[in-house]
């Protein structure tokens, strides 16, 4: 028994540092616009989605060289402590860096692709960490929890700094939309969502 | 206007523009050409099915995402942008060449042929901007959604599979 509970909390806690890992990118993405407003003003999301396409170009590359099981110096030892041992290396953060250029190319305000930002990462990541000791299981979807599916919404509400009181829809919406099997990337789906909310309202 | 935009579509040399305008016109089927020369390349039948089930998908959501936004294209709203070709009457974001073209790419990735697809890709991306067709954020929703096309296409395929 103590031998089986040894073996959860090493996952978890494998699990933990891969979702702060996915906080810390998104709010590095974050970092980067403000820095951008704060030099280039009404310019910075183009300057951010240079930075983005070049390194979504890069993206491809490295998820091409990966699948061909080529070994890449420093990049390697990164994804050891990231990825999960039986994923495809580099398939996470590849359609994390598409969800946030999606972000970036299909919205104008600043503010809108910051809210999606930290829904993605901050919502996506302790929805997971969560969902992970949660018990209570959906009933239209056994993969995920109540519990996941709170935290998330909690913690994707954060986007208030960003978007006042409409963070509160776009955080419920987004949590319902990740809580259903849908067979794509959540990496994807939440800033699809998020797309369609900022369009829709 | 972005920097990158209007610095690539000042730009004007002749191979360049032969080759753009060349693409331009025929990337469609160059690129099924090409599927039809690589297919051999394609390890996994799956790969194929999803791309021609993109292929679909493309066309839907490209024309519907266009008509919502309709946005102009840089060489029609009368800006210091003159295109290298006629300018065309379809709205500009987000770019239906760079979209198709990156669709290639995702279903090629991890294969032999994925270095002259994403070469093909990136270009096709750059003479959209270089001949004034398309604004730089018009290329990036392009290559996104690309991506997201073939990625649907791959898990509607699976679901047919199971079936």
Redesign the interface.
Known sequence: MARKQQFSLKKYLFESRRQFAHMAFGLAVIAMLKAFEALYFE?AR?YA??V??VA??AG??V??LK??NRKIPILDELLKLLERPRAMPGHGAFWFG?GI??L???LKSTNEISAGILVLAIGDGFSTLAGTLGSNKLFYNEKKTLEGTLAFFFSACTAIFFMGWLAIPLAALCALVESFNL???DN?LIP?TCIVFF?VF | MDAVTEFVAGLNIQIVSDVSIAFHYYIYPLMLVLLVLTLPFFKEKKKFLALVVSLFLIFIVFTSLKAYYHEARPCAVGSEISSKVPCPDEYSFPSGHTGFAFLFVAATIGSAVFPAYFLIAVFTAFSRIYLGMHYFNDVAGGMVLGMLCYAIGEKIVDKLIKK
Request: hydrophobic content about 65%; overall charge negative; glycine content about 0%.
């Open positions: 310019n183009f989605t240079y983005l396409t979504f170009m491809l590359i998820l091409d699948i061909k598409v250029l999606a970036f190319a299909f067979h794509l990337d994807a699809i369009n």
